[in-house]
């Protein structure tokens, strides 16, 4: 019989077997709970050194052996090799240790169930045996009837069909089947400004179907840590001067995968078609022949204004808007606008481009006192909002230490007070008798 179980581990021994990308999905879900945790592996990912240097972990750079899981709570393996998880697995037994083995649940005595957080409130999915899910079993590595990739999706699936049956109030559930073999797609999905509960539905049974998920800097990247282990995550984000994995080759990652038969989620921030390049690789996956969808999301030139409270129009103010990209400068249109105050002005990726454009918007005879507003982290906890005139915005940003990523506002909408009520008009002091006063006419 499976229980499924909350633990605390906070300040408690937790140790991890294993070096690599599975093993630091592992460690940064563990971190949430803050648990002493300990990384036995000869080397480390990128992400664990990360951890390391942070003081986050401990490390001992070495192969797991017995002597390490004294004293813990937990263990978990991720060494990718089954002999040695295999070994794992019984020293935690012997210790009467739980122990969670990453890709085959029959080798532990524990399972991490797919999840997804609600509020206050935690929905995890597990299979019920070994080999058993949601729907009939088609595991296809390891011992016969043990769960393989296929299975994890489909518990990932349920996950997400309870919770998205928690959101409806009650509609009927619906889970997914496994991608067929050979007939692999592509599913470009807009993730939003930055908050995960700003997917949407479509967005969130896709990544729940994925194999492979090919994901942007920006956006709901916390996101991923729901996805089960075996879904692999290639980063491809870009940063202001640094395209590391140039759009050419991005195109290839999703054109080959898919061509392996596997159904390959590109999550984007935003919107795929809003300055999101998400053209170029419907072309590209049209042209060799690979099958392509798009899942809109809301785009952060309309969500993160409204989260920082500016209307985009306001019947009186202005009835239009233009969005642009800072990198492309200021067009015509946009600087005759700007000039007669007919429209609001958003520009994306325009924080390292803020001195020419205001310089720009200035030589063209728009009001210095034009009203601009800069939201950084637009949606997440961490949005800030920096305001000042057109002439001083520039001043201002570099006196808060604005950063990328923010989007701009500029026009009468990003005025400080547009939705505060005026208050009550004063008509002087009262002069009417009080109660018992005498009164003389004349």
Known sequence: ???????RLTGRRVVVAGGGPVAARLVQDLLVESPRVLVVAPQLCEALLD???WGLVEWRAAEVRAKDLDGAWLVQTATGDRAT???VAGWAEERRVFCVTSGDVRGGTARTPATTRLGDVLVGVVATSAGSTAGPSTGTSGAPGAPGPADARRIAGVRDSIAAHLRRGGADLRHRRAPVPGQGRVVLVGGGPGAVDLLTVRAR???AEADVVVTDRLGPTAVLHELPADVEVIDVGKTPGNHAVPQHEINRILVERAQRGELVVRLKGGDPFVYGRGGEEVLACREAGVPVTVV????SAFAVPAAAGIPLTHRGTVGSVQVVN???GLSRAALAGLCDASLTLVVLMGVSMLDELVATALGAGTDPVTPVAIIESGTLDAQRVTRAPLDGIA???RAAGVRAPAVIVVGAVAADGLLVPPPPPDDGPDTRPTSGQDTMTS
């Not at 019989?1 to 633990?7: E, H, I, P």
């Not at 809109?296 to 785009?299: F, I, L, N």
């Open 205 to 207: 049974q896709a990544l």
């Open 1 to 7: 019989m499976t229980a499924l179980l909350g633990l």
């Open 85 to 87: 998880d295999a070994a």
């Open 296 to 299: 809109p999301g809301v785009s």
């Open 326 to 328: 800072g990198h492309d």
């Open 395 to 397: 001043a201002a940003a």
């Open 51 to 53: 951890m390391h240097r």
